[in-house]
């Protein structure tokens, strides 16, 4: 079964991936189109959908196919200092997911938490995060 739950997990993170860096630029637009009642609502709708349709099922995918390849082997994984790194780099992500989802919810709502050029810069972070990740669990370097 273990290589069943890495496959869905990495199909999962994939996904995951891909929302996390498209979200982001959907608020941007949106907060851009300010004033464009049309473009703010077909954000809106994309927005929504990507949320609803990619990132939340796909996070919670990711995890639970994550703890069951961990609950498969416990005893290995808790003495490897790279998994130990990769567990604060997925925290971090599921924070950063978070984040963004408020975000998504208040800039809905007509609020302006945020502004477009930050929100790019910070769009970059999954990717990063994603980069860290992979070299922890392919390299191993620790």
């Known amino acids: 079964?273990?290589?069943?739950?890495?496959a869905i997990h990495i199909i999962s993170i994939i996904a995951?991936?891909?929302?996390?860096?498209?979200?982001?630029?959907?608020l941007v637009y949106r907060l851009e189109a300010q004033g464009d009642e049309r473009?703010?609502?077909?954000?809106d709708k994309a927005a929504n959908?990507?949320?609803r349709i990619i990132l939340n099922?796909?996070?919670i995918l990711a995890w639970l196919?994550?703890?069951?390849?961990?609950?498969n082997n416990w005893q290995f994984y808790i003495t490897q200092i790279w998994f130990w790194g990769k567990i604060v780099l997925v925290l971090g992500l599921s924070g950063f997911h978070g984040y963004v989802i408020g975000l998504g919810k208040k800039i809905a709502r007509g609020e302006r938490p945020i502004e477009p050029r930050k929100?790019?810069?910070m769009n970059e972070i999954p990717m990063i995060i994603a980069i860290f990740a992979v070299i922890l669990v392919v390299v191993q370097p620790f």
């Open 39 to 43: 473009f703010e609502a077909a954000m």
């Open 16 to 26: 995951l991936m891909a929302g996390l860096l498209i979200y982001p630029r959907l």
């Open 65 to 71: 196919m994550g703890l069951a390849m961990i609950g």
């Open 1 to 6: 079964m273990f290589e069943w739950f890495r």
């Open 57 to 59: 099922p796909m996070l």
């Open 119 to 121: 929100l790019r810069m």
């Open 49 to 51: 959908s990507t949320r």
